[in-house]
Every structure is written in structure tokens, then in C-alpha cells.
């Protein structure tokens, strides 16, 4: 079975493109986050995260029970192991939604986990977005604003170590590409010959290589101020 990682700066979408490859592709297995923060808005324990204490969440790492854990902006966020013995017991691929430093981590336990980053098309438009969640949230503080942009571009810089990169820049385009990653890759490990249809997904899913990013990915870490380069 396999294993994809998502990553993103806050305000990237992915939630959104999860929440649609989860419809739209059977057979994955989510793994739903333990995270020491507070719920935001209409946030639900065991949907969006499992909230916990701060001394539950280091009991469970000291217990070994976390695949990956991080912490970011002074919370723990941790995938607990069970999410993976679950996958493996219904012969799922296993999908996580972590951070930087948690992809670091898996992909150094499994080296053969399919990753994959989403970018905001801009510097421009992620802030604009990362405005537009604050007033949802009722948090209009410029000091937390500040905070996120400054880390996604943190963030960003880890870019190379994916091995597909996805810029969030049309919904539904997005939405495809990412099916397609995912499906395409499930092809690669059945090892079959490939049919016309199938051809295609997989010729799709290239397209969002790394190596294949291009003069797109270039306009876009220009706009955070960053070379395209092996920034890490």
C-alpha cells in the first residue's frame, strides 16, 4: 500500500483539495491529526483534528505512538501510528495532511511515500487569502498574519525535497491534477500495461513533477523572494 504526503503554507487550499480527492478517489485511508491547539470557528474533535492536552500529547510521544510530529506556532500536531496499521489491515493507501516537518520525517521512515506540495500562485494571493480566513475566524491581528506569511515562506524554501509540486492556482484544474497524482502512482506499483486511458492519467500526473515545474514554479517563488534553487 501506499503512502501520500500533502504539504502546504497555511492558506494554500489544501484542505479544500483533500476534502475533493477524498470523494473522488476510493481506497484512501485520511489521517486525521492530534493536535494540542485549541478548534477555530466550527472545528469538531475527531473531524477536523483530535484535540488534545499538551500532557496527553507528550505521554502519546513518549509512548512512541506518533509516525511524525511537529510543532508549529508553539502547538504539537502529530500522526499516530494506528492511522497506518488501519490502512494497511483494509489494504487502503494512506493519505496525511502534515507540514514540513512532518513530510521530513515520514519520508525518512518511508522513503517510497509519494509527496506532494501545494504552493498559493502568489505571495499576493496567499495573503489575500490568509485575510480573508482571519475575518472568518474573527482573528484580524497583522502580527499573525505576518507570522504566516513569514513561514510559508519557510516553507516554501523545502520545495525540492517533494517529488511533485501542485500551484493551487485554478480550483478544479487542481482538484484533477491532484486525482491524478494519486492515480498514476497506483498504476506505477501495479506494474501492468497501461491502457490509452490510463496512459493519459499518467502523462498528467508528469506534468507536475518536480523536475517539470518549470517557469511556473520560478514566477512563483520569485514573487517570495526565492531562487529556484536546492533551498532547503
Same mark, same amino acid.
Given at each position: ?13 489544501? %484542505? ?23 478548534? *477555530?470557528?466550527? /472545528? ?34 502529530? +500522526? ?7 490502512? #494497511? ?9 502534515? #507540514? ?7 519520508? /525518512?521512515?518511508?522513503? /517510497? ?37 513569514? +513561514?510559508?515562506? *519557510? ?13 493551487? #492556482? ?18 506505477? %506499483? ?5 491502457? +490509452? #486511458? /490510463? ?19 520560478? *514566477? ?13
Amino acid at each position: 500500500m501506499s503512502v501520500f504526503i500533502i504539504s502546504a503554507p497555511s492558506g494554500s487550499g489544501k %484542505s479544500t483539495l483533500v476534502t475533493e480527492l477524498r470523494k473522488n478517489v476510493p481506497g484512501l485511508e485520511f489521517s486525521i491529526s492530534y493536535t494540542t491547539r485549541s478548534p *477555530r470557528g466550527s /472545528e469538531q474533535n475527531g473531524r477536523e483534528y483530535y484535540f488534545v492536552t499538551r500532557e496527553e500529547f507528550e505521554r502519546m510521544l513518549s509512548g512512541d505512538e506518533f509516525l511524525e510530529h511537529a510543532q508549529v506556532f508553539g502547538h504539537y500536531y502529530g +500522526t499516530h501510528r494506528r492511522f497506518q496499521r488501519e490502512a #494497511d489491515a483494509r489494504g487502503h493507501d494512506l493519505l496525511l495532511d502534515i #507540514d514540513v516537518q512532518g513530510a521530513r520525517q515520514m519520508k /525518512e521512515k518511508i522513503p /517510497e511515500a509519494v509527496s506532494i506540495f501545494v504552493l498559493p500562485p502568489s505571495r499576493e494571493e496567499l495573503e489575500q487569502r490568509l485575510r480573508r480566513r482571519s475575518q472568518a475566524e474573527n482573528m484580524r491581528s497583522e502580527e499573525v498574519i505576518r507570522n504566516r506569511l513569514e +513561514t510559508a515562506t *519557510r516553507e516554501i524554501e523545502n520545495y525540492p525535497g517533494y517529488d511533485y509540486i501542485l500551484i493551487n #492556482d485554478r480550483l478544479e484544474q487542481s482538484i484533477d491534477a491532484l486525482k491524478a497524482i494519486v492515480l498514476a502512482e497506483r498504476l506505477r %506499483s501495479l506494474g501492468t500495461p497501461l491502457g +490509452t #486511458d /490510463e496512459q493519459e492519467i499518467v502523462e498528467t500526473a508528469e506534468r507536475y513533477r518536480q523536475a517539470h515545474a518549470g517557469e511556473q514554479l520560478k *514566477r512563483v517563488l520569485a514573487t517570495f523572494a526565492l531562487p529556484a534553487s536546492d533551498r532547503r
